[in-house]
């Protein structure tokens, strides 16, 4: 049983995923506010990492959509959001300290794009990135249905439904 960890980093808001790729099942998933006060969501984030301890067993390797890059221009960070982007680093770096402390392996990142073209494939829709956020994530949702037999609950954020996909293609790997 191939159980992966899907992570969605976001500039505040983490989704996570745990998802048996082979049964099409997800176990677990949940949507983490960090907050963004560096140095308390940190310790939100081990709080909530608690959850996916149970799992840890079984996990065969977690995998996270791809981090924000950017540069320096005249000790300027650019890029999108830089403060964001900082915090979404040290909140990757978190995840993946948890994931290493108990020996789970971790697997290359996965490209916005790749995700997006991957939710393409498995609707047979074409993804068009000049949409709406609204219709770009409706293509996600859609695509994590298919996948898992049924309608996504409600209750479930575009961000664990970016982290399910994103376990989805590290399987296909």
């Known amino acids: 049983m191939p159980v992966i960890l899907g992570i969605d980093p976001a500039y505040r808001t983490l989704g996570l995923a745990l998802v048996d790729t082979d049964?099409?099942?997800?176990?677990?998933?949940?949507?983490?506010?960090?907050?963004?006060?560096?140095y308390a969501f940190t310790k939100v984030l081990a709080r909530e990492l608690e959850v996916f301890d149970a799992?840890?067993?079984?996990?065969?390797k977690v995998v996270c959509e791809a981090?924000?890059?950017?540069?320096r221009k005249k000790r300027m960070w650019v890029g999108p959001r830089p403060p964001a982007s900082h915090r979404i680093w040290l909140a990757m770096g978190a995840v993946f300290y948890w994931a290493s402390s108990r020996g789970l392996?971790?697997?290359?990142?996965?490209?916005v794009m790749t995700i997006k073209a991957f939710a393409?494939?498995?609707?047979?829709?074409?993804?068009k990135a000049g949409g709406?956020?609204?219709q770009r994530k409706a293509l996600v949702r859609e695509a994590v249905g298919l996948l898992l037999g049924a309608e996504p609950k409600d209750?479930?954020?575009?961000?664990?439904?970016d982290a399910i996909l994103a376990a989805y293609v590290a399987a296909s790997r």
């Open 23 to 38: 049964a099409g099942e997800v176990l677990a998933s949940k949507t983490i506010n960090c907050g963004t006060n560096p």
């Open 155 to 161: 209750s479930v954020t575009d961000h664990e439904d």
């Open 55 to 60: 799992f840890a067993p079984d996990i065969q």
């Open 120 to 127: 393409a494939s498995v609707t047979g829709k074409r993804y």
């Open 132 to 134: 709406t956020r609204t």
């Open 105 to 111: 392996s971790i697997a290359p990142p996965v490209s």
């Open 67 to 71: 981090l924000p890059m950017g540069g």
